[in-house]
């Protein structure tokens, strides 16, 4: 599924993935290509995980909302930095 991860001044981080993880205010979700759509909004200082096959790719958000449609995931944060790149 196609994934990305946006800030308002840059796109973070965009491509394919197998799941995403992401923690809302009711507790963490995890997205699978196929998950039925769904907007939800982001804690404040979590992480966002994004798996590629044996890779995993985790971004800090403070805060924002994840969308979840049949074109893939998008994070939307209000401010996101890639961890350990």
């Known amino acids: 599924m196609r994934v990305a991860v946006v800030s308002p ?3 973070v981080w965009s491509g394919e993935a197998d799941m995403v993880i992401a923690r809302t205010p009711d507790g ?3 997205v699978l290509a196929g998950h039925t759509p769904l907007l939800g909004v982001l804690t404040e200082g979590q992480t966002v995980r994004i798996k590629t096959g044996t890779r995993e ?3 800090e958000v403070d805060g924002g909302f994840v969308s979840v449609s049949k074109d893939g995931v ?3 944060a ?3 930095d890639l961890i350990g790149t």
Do not use: F, H, V
């Open 9 to 11: 001044e840059r796109e």
């Open 28 to 30: 963490e979700i995890g």
């Open 57 to 59: 790719i985790a971004a």
């Open 74 to 76: 998008s994070i939307l």
């Open 78 to 80: 209000e401010k996101a």
